[in-house]
């Protein structure tokens, strides 16, 4: 969490290092103030309002990230998503922002994880899969590096921010199902994409395994940068990079141990909680490695489960063995091309004694 945070400042500073080359650029109402030696005061009449759409992109980092670590991500899998947004001018610098926003994001060890890579190997024979859908209601407080003085017509050209906010986002990961379940018997949800929370695949619905429950609604802190672009008296267009810092590490249906099988309710839950065994990528269709498959097949070992029957796993699969990191709360990055509408406000006409 600290490494992201002091990415998250450094991005900050980078961008108001620019603060006093770029306010030279400042509008001609904030010019001809400063020659007559005037004070400025933001009133009413200089708020406005936009509305407008985005087009995102988002790209997650977790437990099923290529290698271990808060920076790594397979940029295969950036998934598009899209929102609505109003901002509200409160200040010379300072907007407040409402958004909506619907997001998809994906995860694969099959697809992801390098073989030839010591640190990302145990990721392809743990061999899980994940996507989510994301639905996000936020708000957040914008601050822009040039200050506007004037009426929204007198907007800068081109203006840098910084912003950061609260956000509530509802989620749901899912897994797709094998043709055949961890003892090799047909499964009847093969090929459905199947919800992993009521499944409890770590154990969750268990209170033997000590692995409390996840909740689908869950909170984050958007932070982040962008540029505004004046496009003419009424039209914006924006580029803005944020990120949605967790605090929880389920995104992925992946954080803590391998459970012990006899506390999972059934096979699927069981077949989905651990796949190093599985022959097929099954999302993709393709073959996985026959060397790995071998060794695996080799170091089969067996259990009994706390329900008193016998289980198989690999040797790394056994119950208390990683399947995630915890120490980490996932994250994930939204990357968005906003294109606003400037509603205006009501510029008074002018009094005559």
Same mark, same amino acid.
């Given at each position: 969490?600290?490494?992201?945070?002091?990415?998250?400042?450094?991005?900050?500073?980078?961008?108001?290092?620019?603060?006093?080359?770029?306010?030279? +650029?400042?509008?001609?109402?904030?010019?001809?103030?400063?020659?007559?030696?005037?004070?400025?005061?933001?009133?009413?009449?200089?708020?406005?309002?936009?509305?407008?759409?985005?087009?995102?992109?988002?790209?997650?980092?977790?437990?099923?990230? @290529?290698?271990?670590?808060?920076?790594?991500?397979?940029?295969?899998?950036?998934?598009?998503?899209?929102?609505?947004?109003?901002?509200?001018?409160?200040?010379?610098? !300072?907007?407040?922002?409402?958004?909506?926003?619907?997001?998809?994001?994906?995860?694969?060890?099959?697809?992801? +994880?390098?073989?030839?890579? @010591?640190?990302?190997?145990?990721?392809?024979?743990?061999?899980?899969?994940?996507?989510?859908?994301?639905?996000?209601?936020?708000?957040?407080?914008?601050?822009?590096?040039?200050?506007?003085?004037?009426?929204?017509?007198?907007?800068?050209?081109?203006?840098? %921010?910084?912003?950061?906010?609260?956000?509530?986002?509802?989620?749901?990961?899912?897994?797709?199902?094998?043709?055949?379940?961890?003892?090799?018997?047909?499964?009847?949800?093969?090929?459905?994409?199947?919800?992993?929370?009521?499944?409890?695949?770590?154990?969750?619905?268990?209170?033997?395994?000590?692995?409390?429950?996840?909740?689908? !609604?869950?909170?984050?802190?958007?932070?982040?940068?962008?540029?505004?672009?004046?496009?003419?008296?009424?039209?914006?267009?924006?580029?803005?990079?944020?990120?949605?810092?967790?605090?929880?590490?389920?995104?992925?249906?992946?954080?803590?141990? /391998?459970?012990? /099988?006899?506390?999972?309710?059934?096979?699927?839950?069981?077949?989905?909680?651990?796949?190093?065994?599985?022959?097929?990528?099954? !999302?993709?269709?393709? @073959?996985?490695?026959?060397?790995?498959?071998?060794?695996?097949?080799?170091?089969?070992?067996?259990?009994?489960?706390?329900?008193?029957?016998? %289980?198989?796993?690999?040797?790394?699969?056994?119950?208390?063995?990683?399947?995630?990191?915890?120490?980490?709360?996932?994250?994930?990055?939204?990357?968005?091309?906003?294109?606003?509408?400037?509603?205006?406000?009501?510029?008074?006409?002018?009094?005559?004694?």
């Amino acid at each position: 969490m600290m490494k992201r945070i002091h990415l998250i400042l450094a991005s900050i500073i980078i961008f108001l290092s620019y603060n006093d080359t770029l306010g030279q +650029a400042n509008s001609d109402v904030f010019k001809q103030a400063k020659k007559n030696n005037r004070i400025f005061r933001f009133n009413k009449e200089l708020r406005y309002t936009t509305v407008g759409i985005s087009i995102n992109a988002i790209n997650y980092f977790g437990d099923l990230a @290529p290698r271990p670590g808060n920076l790594s991500t397979d940029i295969s899998f950036t998934r598009s998503g899209f929102g609505l947004l109003a901002n509200h001018r409160v200040g010379s610098r !300072v907007f407040l922002r409402g958004s909506l926003n619907w997001a998809t994001m994906k995860g694969d060890d099959f697809e992801s +994880a390098d073989l030839n890579d @010591p640190e990302s190997r145990d990721r392809y024979v743990r061999n899980l899969q994940f996507r989510n859908t994301i639905f996000e209601l936020s708000g957040t407080v914008i601050f822009d590096l040039i200050r506007n003085h004037g009426f929204y017509v007198k907007r800068a050209r081109f203006t840098p %921010y910084i912003f950061t906010g609260f956000a509530l986002f509802h989620h749901n990961p899912e897994a797709k199902v094998p043709e055949f379940d961890y003892k090799g018997d047909p499964l009847a949800e093969a090929g459905d994409w199947v919800k992993l929370h009521p499944l409890g695949t770590e154990g969750q619905n268990n209170d033997a395994s000590g692995v409390d429950p996840y909740h689908k !609604v869950q909170f984050s802190v958007p932070a982040g940068f962008g540029v505004r672009l004046r496009l003419n008296k009424n039209f914006d267009l924006a580029f803005e990079m944020g990120y949605r810092i967790l605090f929880f590490d389920y995104i992925d249906d992946v954080s803590n141990e /391998y459970p012990d /099988y006899g506390l999972l309710e059934n096979d699927l839950a069981r077949t989905l909680s651990g796949r190093a065994f599985e022959p097929i990528a099954v !999302v993709s269709g393709d @073959p996985r490695n026959s060397d790995i498959l071998q060794i695996l097949d080799q170091s089969r070992t067996s259990y009994v489960g706390a329900d008193n029957n016998s %289980y198989f796993l690999v040797s790394d699969n056994h119950p208390g063995g990683q399947r995630g990191d915890n120490n980490d709360n996932d994250l994930y990055v939204v990357t968005s091309l906003q294109l606003t509408y400037v509603l205006g406000s009501p510029i008074g006409k002018p009094k005559f004694r």
